[in-house]
């Protein structure tokens, strides 16, 4: 299994709207049918932030998930979900909500708090920010939470702190089950950009059998897949990180990105996992979200 390249789709970020791309998907019918076409393209796992259909922006609202994501089970049964626990001035106990009640089978799990902006990065303008509060005590809460529940963390790093802040929790008893599974985010203003040679000591300092996942914001995402496909780790793409495509034009949805990674795995001598391969490589329980 350690030649199959995981693909995972982010459908709708939280401030990803259509009037960044009409193809952002707001409605339960909307995210089953990009999930849909996003399987076709080789993609096993689906990051949802749920939608107010009114404004478009994320919402943590428990019924909002769960119809989204019955929507998207209906028509995907094979899917793997990924719902997200990061939210902006939003109370902890809102934010894991939807993980609790619904239980799937992977969810995001922040590692520090940080400055988390919407920037121009040409100009160094700050369009939007916020402090985003990811304390120890709330990693450990979500982390238990998570445990107790049968879901998976997908441990988001942001900077090099926010994996030296998972590494220490890692050693008490009851947080977290191995194999561990990261993702490197890259491009955040607030965060890490890309570079390769941090991107190959950060893999270089993760745990024995754990796995990680590449996300790149905008211009990082095509620099972060290409080192993740040759070095061992898994691939991001999806509307919520980048709305356009490698050539500058709008991504017809997140399945259209998917395309380019298979070429990109292909030149990388690697093929593409499927769901149930996902499965087995990142040490998943198959269920359904309730």
């Known amino acids: 299994m350690k030649d199959k390249l995981i693909i995972t789709a982010a459908l709708a970020g939280g401030a990803t709207t259509k009037n960044n791309n009409p193809n952002t998907p707001y409605t339960p019918e909307e995210f089953a049918e990009e999930t849909y076409r996003c399987l076709q393209e080789g993609v096993s796992i689906v990051h949802i932030h749920a939608k107010d259909p009114s404004t478009g922006m994320a919402t943590m609202d ?58 121009n990065h040409k100009t160094g303008e700050v369009w939007m920010e916020f402090i985003y509060d990811n304390t120890f005590g709330m990693m450990a809460d979500f982390a238990q939470k998570m445990r107790a529940n049968d879901v998976k963390p997908e441990c988001e790093i942001f900077d090099p702190g926010g994996l030296q802040n998972c590494l220490l929790l890692r050693r008490r008893e009851g947080l977290f089950k191995d194999p561990m599974h990261f993702q490197f985010v890259y491009g955040v203003a607030g965060g890490m950009h890309f570079d390769p040679l941090l991107h190959l000591s950060l893999a270089g300092q993760l745990p024995a059998n754990a796995t990680y996942s590449v996300c790149g914001v905008g211009p990082h ?66 269920k359904a979200c309730r």
């Open 62 to 119: 428990v019924q909002a998930h769960r119809d989204i994501i019955a929507a998207v089970r209906e028509r995907c049964p094979e899917m793997i979900i990924n719902i997200s626990t990061g939210a902006m001035q939003t109370p902890a106990e809102a934010r894991i909500a939807p993980t609790i009640d619904l239980k799937p089978e992977l969810a995001s799990y922040n590692t520090n708090s940080m400055n988390f902006a919407i920037a």
């Open 221 to 286: 995402q095509y620099k972060a897949a290409l080192i993740s496909a040759v070095s061992g780790g898994h691939i991001r793409i999806g509307l919520e990180d980048n709305v356009k495509m490698p050539g500058g034009e709008l991504a017809k949805g997140s399945w259209e990105q998917a395309v380019w990674v298979k070429a990109v795995a292909k030149i990388a001598g690697r093929s593409i996992a499927t769901p149930d391969e996902t499965r087995e490589i990142l040490d998943l329980r198959k």
